[in-house]
């Protein structure tokens, strides 16, 4: 194990991946000689050269068709949209192309592309610079949606979205990318569809995603001191969705709480409270809470756009109310 932080490990994954396969070439703006706008790239410029990391113009509609024909032809493009704002230009080539390929043509074209951008709330970037946009893709037949949260699973979820043969959305929170921790070295592949229990605990159950896992785990270590048992779950990917082991620990607790920055209205916290009420209806002991961002543009302004997002104070005041039910 050797510590780094998010954005290195994802960088050194795609390092690794492009020495392996040739066929892995990357597309977005400023991804060559400058290394991308989040150093997602530094370096490998001099490795790989322009033919494997091409610069484009501000034209996503059209280099995402580009690498949706290069994918369903032989190569693995990973697509760096920088922001993932970005991607909405692009979004009728993505939902007609990119996602039903591999039906349209029953199986005999794969599609392995990567998109990859930064997203969330945070730095003061405004509402053109802060979105998300997971819940649309999962809601999308022909995408996986993965939202790591540590630098271990930043490596090893790109390096399983690179070698899968669909399309991949991945998603990486601005908040996080200067986050260090633990990475194993080498050969290090995350499986889709397996949640991660970062905090074992009796008394609720916490679902978080993207950068609210840190948050609520920060929260559960303060409430472990009030003898307040918080088990916290990072599902990792969205699409699949790991809803078993979700399900395992309501069975456990009696309690859930859906912790999540984008907008409650359908929402991941909806869908997961849809599932669990179908399937485990009978071991809640109480009803299901979400805490979402606030349902509005992002600001500009950092004391309202810090007021958008769900904080430590909310988390905790949630898990208290839902305790008290």
């Known amino acids: 194990m050797g510590e780094m932080t998010f954005v290195a490990a994802a960088r050194e994954d795609l390092d690794e ?3 392996r396969d040739p066929s892995v070439f990357v597309m977005g703006q400023g991804i060559g000689a400058r290394g991308g706008n989040f150093n997602t790239t530094m370096g490998l410029f001099e490795k790989y050269g322009p033919e494997r990391l091409r610069d ?11 690498c ?11 697509v760096d949209f920088m922001f993932v704002d970005f991607i909405l230009d692009a979004m009728g080539e993505l939902i007609n192309q990119t996602a039903k390929l591999q039906y349209m043509s029953s199986g005999r074209l794969t599609m392995p592309i990567v998109l990859r951008g930064c997203y969330g709330i945070g730095r003061a970037s405004a509402t053109h610079h802060s979105g998300a946009y997971y819940p649309i893709f999962v809601h999308l037949p022909g995408f996986r949606v993965a939202v790591p949260t540590t630098p271990a699973d930043a490596k090893g979820l790109l390096k399983t979205a690179i070698r899968l043969e669909d399309p991949v959305l991945f998603l990486e929170h601005k908040s996080l990318l200067n986050t260090k921790g633990s990475v194993p070295e080498g050969e290090h592949l995350v ?9 074992r605990g009796t008394h609720l159950t916490a679902v978080a995603i993207g950068s609210m896992v840190p948050r609520t785990l920060e929260v559960a270590g303060r409430l472990a001191a009030e003898e307040v048992s918080v088990e916290v779950i990072d599902p990792r990917t ?3 969705l790991d809803i078993d082991t979700i399900l395992e620990s309501v069975h456990r607790t ?3 709480l859906i912790v999540d920055e984008t907008y409650a209205p359908c929402g991941i916290g909806a869908e ?8 485990s209806f009978d071991d809640l002991d109480a009803p299901i809470r ?3 961002g606030l349902h509005t543009p992002i600001p500009y302004s950092p004391p309202l756009e810090a007021a958008v997002v769900p904080t430590t104070e909310a988390i905790a005041q949630a898990i208290r109310d839902l305790l008290a039910e």
């Open 254 to 256: 009696g309690r859930l």
């Open 191 to 199: 499986p889709f569809g397996e949640a991660w229990v970062a905090r």
């Open 238 to 240: 969205l699409a699949p």
């Open 68 to 78: 949706t024909g290069a994918a369903a032809t032989g190569t693995r493009p990973v």
């Open 290 to 292: 979400r805490l979402n």
């Open 56 to 66: 484009v113009p501000i034209a996503e509609r059209g280099f995402v068709g580009m």
């Open 272 to 279: 997961i409270a849809a599932q669990v009420v179908d399937r």
């Open 17 to 19: 991946e492009m020495a």
